[in-house]
């Protein structure tokens, strides 16, 4: 079902996708369209499943703690992420590869979520932590293929530029530069979608506010075209904060948002339910 990869990642699946990926692929997809209870009830599915490896299990766990991060939970998203890296860490040497993968996107997961509460300290060790793993796992196991090697990458840089922008640091536009780079050639649209929109908040710290408004309605815009709901309503949730028309921002975000809810991304906090025993 290589079309559940291409709507996630943009690429073909794995030739070594292991049982349970497509099944993650689509419910990535599915998030990205803001089909946030779609997804959940996939990822419960999958975790439910006992075909399902350990990597492809952690990997899950950390896409629902993102569903729960992207509705403001980030304290609850900490039980999904922090479930996913001991799944990805016990996991047996015949799933190694993808679950080193996994471990780097519980980890960033993780730094991302002590963002929302405030651990900066608790964030900066998590990244140099998934900055060792990507190096010393990741790239060599997975190197050219986007979704095991370049896609953790460009994750990883995501959140180092907003832990610089969250603690004011004056290297957040070299960091975001550095996210664009990775992302020039990412086969997803979403991926360099919302790199253009962490780039914006960076052109915005720095004061180059034309120019980040400017980023944050072309990644409207083309979030609309493509579907992508959620990454819509934070372009224009960051346009209504400064934008020359940000009351009209200000609505349009409003009736995202409305139409998200409706779909089940409940802008609350959403505690993760109970994991795969067998991998307590």
Not at 185 to 191: E, W, Y
């Amino acid at each position: 079902m290589s079309d559940q990869w291409n709507d996630a990642f943009g690429v073909d699946a794995p030739p070594d996708c292991p049982p349970g990926g497509d099944r993650w692929a689509r419910a990535v997809r599915l998030g990205a369209l803001g089909r946030a209870a779609a997804a959940r009830a996939l990822i419960a599915d999958l975790l439910a499943d006992p075909a399902t490896g350990a990597g492809v299990t952690a990997l899950a766990l950390a896409t629902r703690a993102s569903l729960t991060r992207q509705a403001g939970g980030h304290g609850y998203a900490r039980a999904d992420d922090g479930a996913a890296l001991r799944v990805a860490v016990s996991a047996g040497a015949e799933e190694s590869r993808w679950a080193a993968v996994a471990r780097v996107d519980a980890l960033v997961g993780l730094a991302a979520d002590g963002l929302g509460i405030g651990d900066f300290a608790g964030s900066a060790r998590l990244l140099e932590r998934a900055a060792a793993e990507s190096a010393g796992t990741v790239s060599t196991a997975a190197r050219g293929n986007w979704v095991l090697d370049g896609r953790p990458a460009l994750r990883l840089a995501w959140v180092r530029t907003e832990l610089a922008l969250y603690t004011g640091r004056s290297d957040a536009a070299d960091l975001a530069a550095r996210a664009l780079e990775l992302s020039a050639g990412a086969p997803s649209v979403r991926h360099r979608l919302k790199t253009a929109l962490i780039a914006a908040a960076a052109d915005a710290a720095s004061g180059r506010v034309e120019a980040a408004a400017q980023t944050a309605r072309n990644v409207a815009g083309d979030c609309a075209a493509a579907g992508l709901a959620p990454l819509e309503w934070a372009a224009r949730s960051m346009l209504a904060s400064f934008a020359a028309d940000r009351n009209e921002q200000s609505r349009a975000a409003a009736a995202i948002q409305e139409k998200l809810i409706g779909l089940g991304m409940g802008f609350a906090p959403l505690a993760g339910s109970a994991h795969a025993a067998r991998y307590a």
